[in-house]
């Protein structure tokens, strides 16, 4: 295919809200032209799939790793992106010294807080005017509302979020800081990041969005639910920043509607049908969604800040290991030869059906 004759995403959406990509490492090493060929083209954001979680860049207390974050920071640079941080502080591909006490004794809350206070520190400080945006702290919260009983929250208490905000602004007076999880569409817990970022910002701390991350369903949420997110939050004057959007068509269990990865099941044939391919009316219906999102992230384009992509095309979705291991998944707008898919072009109708509408 002939990449420059088919229509950009950044500039479709330029006037509305950054639309971006995540690299994994390999992209990051530049080991994948195609989907750097389609970022470079289609993207004005980027963001790391796992190149600055803390397991990555900080592995023993006293070891730090820079050297793919480097690459990832100056490929942003070299591409004039906004260049994403993901993330600070989670509970999640967080080597478990993080979460020990010292020689043996138990985790105090003076040990945990140091460890945080260095570690924002010295990412924060090293990229310092050149990521633009920080996902600070990541799922926080259960999809009931209450707090998830994490190490962080279990040794600090509700602090933790606050603390965590403070050092990152101390390291970068001018990035954004953001607050992302999953699921905030759910009204409970959406209602509890309200309430979250309501009393960091009383406090003068300063939030620059809630990130929820999208990783969605084909029929679930409804847009409806997103929209009424979008709004709850605008209506605080607070903008939402779409993190890690990505739509699932595979089966998947009920009780599987997050984007927990600590979660699991088992590999079984069944729960892999589209391994030969998607089916035109599956293809049909992921348009559709694609479709019926971006409708409402264009309606609410002044309350929207940014929508990233959890990848670039399906060969390398996350969706491909996550919750079932080695499936062929087919969530994302580029297929796995990097061509375009139908939800390429629905996105992209979206977009000029939006621009033509008085
Ligand atoms: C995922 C990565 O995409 C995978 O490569 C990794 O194995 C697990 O983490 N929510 C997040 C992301 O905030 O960091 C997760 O990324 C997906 C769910």
């Known amino acids: 295919m002939n990449l420059t004759v088919s229509p950009v995403l950044k500039d ?10 995540a690299l994994n490492n390999a992209q990051i090493a530049g080991q994948d032209p ?22 990555a860049i ?8 820079f050297a793919l974050a480097d690459r990832y920071v100056a490929l942003g640079q070299a591409l004039g992106a906004f260049v994403v941080g993901h993330v600070l502080v989670w509970h999640q591909q967080t080597p478990g010294w993080v979460f020990e006490g010292e020689a043996g004794a138990a985790l105090n809350r003076d040990t945990l807080l140091a460890r945080m206070r260095s570690h924002i520190q010295t990412v924060v400080g090293r990229y310092r005017g050149k990521i633009h945006g920080w996902d600070v702290v990541n799922e926080a919260l259960e999809d009931d509302g209450t707090w998830r009983q994490s190490p962080w929250y279990v040794t600090l208490g509700e602090e933790y979020v606050a603390h965590a905000f403070e050092f990152a602004r101390e390291a970068d007076p001018d990035a954004q800081l953001y607050y992302n999880d999953y699921n905030l569409w759910k009204p409970a ?12 910002r009383s406090r003068g701390i300063r939030v620059g969005a809630v990130g929820e991350q999208g990783h969605w369903l084909l029929d ?13 939050f605008e209506k605080l004057g607070l903008k939402t920043v779409i993190t890690e959007l990505d739509v699932d068509p595979l089966p998947r269990p009920e009780w599987l509607d997050g984007a927990d990865v600590s979660k699991h ?15 035109d009316a599956v293809q049909r219906q992921l348009a559709k969604r694609y479709a019926d999102v971006f409708r409402v992230f264009v309606k609410h384009r002044r309350a929207l800040g940014r929508v990233t992509f959890w990848g670039v095309t399906d060969a390398d979705t996350w969706l491909n290991d996550w919750p079932v291991h080695g499936r062929t998944n087919h ?22 059906r939006a621009s033509a509408a008085p």
């Open 34 to 55: 195609t989907a750097l060929e389609i970022l470079t083209r289609q993207f004005n954001a980027i963001s790391p799939e796992n190149a600055l979680k803390w397991d």
């Open 12 to 21: 479709l959406f330029g006037d509305s809200f950054l639309i971006g990509g």
């Open 58 to 65: 900080h592995p023993e207390p006293a070891r730090f790793d």
């Open 331 to 352: 969530a994302l707008l580029w297929d796995r030869e990097g061509q375009p898919k139908p939800s390429f072009d629905a996105v992209v109708e979206t977009a000029r």
């Open 189 to 200: 817990k959406r209602d509890a990041a309200a309430r979250l970022v309501t009393s960091l």
């Open 265 to 279: 099941v088992e590999f079984k044939t069944a729960l892999d049908p589209y391994a030969k391919g998607l089916p």
């Open 220 to 232: 679930d949420p409804p847009a409806d639910v997103i929209e009424a997110m979008i709004v709850t």
